[in-house]
């Protein structure tokens, strides 16, 4: 029995963290899910006068018509190769996170480079 009751909870802590592949105009739809998503990101600012150093990329559209953004603090932003403001800037890729609301406007706050990553890289298995 305590075995059984184990393994339920394994599967409910893994399945909590799964998540659901939905699209960029759904995004309204799944505040507080982890979610996948393909989308094109439009823009980006880096604001490196301002606490955290936030950078801000824009998805779905240029600010302030964007569907949803993205938001890398400075202690993460670290961990990119590459300003991410301008990397990405017109490029189509996957995105994981949890959507939150910030202002009524759609986010996900990136805690990992990882969480944003190419199209190809993810059919050649990534």
């Not at 939150?100 to 993810?122: F, G, M, T």
């Amino acid at each position: 029995m305590k075995n059984i009751i184990i393994l339920i909870l394994c599967f409910l802590s893994v399945s909590s963290f799964a998540q659901t592949e939905i699209k960029l105009d759904d995004v309204q739809n799944h505040v507080g899910d982890s979610v996948k998503l393909m989308a094109k990101i439009y823009s980006g600012k880096y604001l490196e006068n301002v606490e955290r150093t936030p950078t801000f990329l824009d998805v779905g559209g240029k600010y302030p018509h964007e569907k949803l953004t993205l938001v890398i603090f400075g202690d993460v932003r670290k961990q990119f190769k590459n300003a991410p403001e301008t990397f990405y800037e017109g490029r189509q890729e996957w995105i994981t996170g949890k959507i939150e609301l910030y202002k009524n406007k759609p986010q996900i706050i990136i805690n990992s480079p990882d969480q944003i990553y190419d199209i190809v890289a993810a059919h050649a298995g990534k």
